[in-house]
């Protein structure tokens, strides 16, 4: 049976380092959480207090109305999915998956029947038998992933569990892990440094940087969102342009930078005139035009010159300079016309885009 996890106030140093510093946070029963953060951070530590490995120094952890502060992890029912698949390499696969089967004390008929289920929803039915050192990088995880499922954990943890794999088995994994929340429905929560993770399987996602959590959102509220310029520039690419305000009405904003006025109407932070900001703007939404008459007219359209053109297949990334502040643009689908270093072109930015953060 899932379960909520909420942590109130926690805090976990070592000697001077505080890795996790009063955390606050409530994943829902049957969520997809993610913990997205650089290393060091203190996720590894974050995840460890609710395996149970660790205890909190202050604050309080509860699996649902419970407070577990001081339940060992082995009465936790939590399953544990680690990088380095921790599988027992003198053991079959089966046997792998029957260890916690046994611990709990069911019966052969029973265990067999969840080994078959879990091996069926990582799609290893064939491997029953193969010793767990004879199988790729990628079949170990699966089989890593059964192990825990296996037990049908309250909570399943997992710590950055396909980092070892290469990129087009990571994609296939994420798929069939974001497939397996939706069919147990599972309390997930999953730790990483790999925004593409975060994106593209959470429901929602907490962004942590030096033991605090700086925010929790949708993927896609986090992305068009961010709250701070750490943020912004840690989940997905982003242009920063430096300015100052210089009037605020009803949730918009101009502002002043070097590369011109900006007009902005994504503001969520209480800025007042002359407050100094980073403009944050993704790549995707610099549109890149060659109309040279809309140069100086058009709100929120920079005059700037392409230095370095990066055709990948599906896109078209362009390097820009204007009035030297540095810009990355992104063009998807590009035609057979494409544009050259030294081309000088028109950036059409929408309002809605442009978002004013504190420096
Ligand atoms: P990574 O992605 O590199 O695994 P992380 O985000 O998981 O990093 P943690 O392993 O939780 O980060 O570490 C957070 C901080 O706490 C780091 O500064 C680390 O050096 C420190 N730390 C973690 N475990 C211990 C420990 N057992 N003793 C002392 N310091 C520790």
Redesign the pocket.
Known sequence: MAVSVQLTHVTKA??T?I?VNDVSLNIERGEFFFLL?P????????LRIVAGFYKPDTGELRFDDTVVNNVPPHQRNTGMVFQNYALWPHMSVAENIEYGLTLRKLGKSERDEKITRALEMVQMVDYHDRAVNTLSGGQQQRIALARALVIEPSVLLLDEPISNLDAALRQQMRDEIKQIHDRTNITMFY?T?DQVDALSMADRMAIMQD?VVIQVGTPREVYQFPKNAFVASFVGETNFIAGKVQHTSNGSATIETPVGTLHSETIYHALSEGTPVQCSIRPEALIVNNNQNDANHAENTITAKITAVNYLGRIEEYQLVAADVPLKAVHYNPGIETKKPGDTVQLAIAAEAIIPLPD
């Open positions: 070592f000697d380092t890795a953060g290393s060091g951070c203190g996720k590894s530590t974050f730790v440094h033991g």
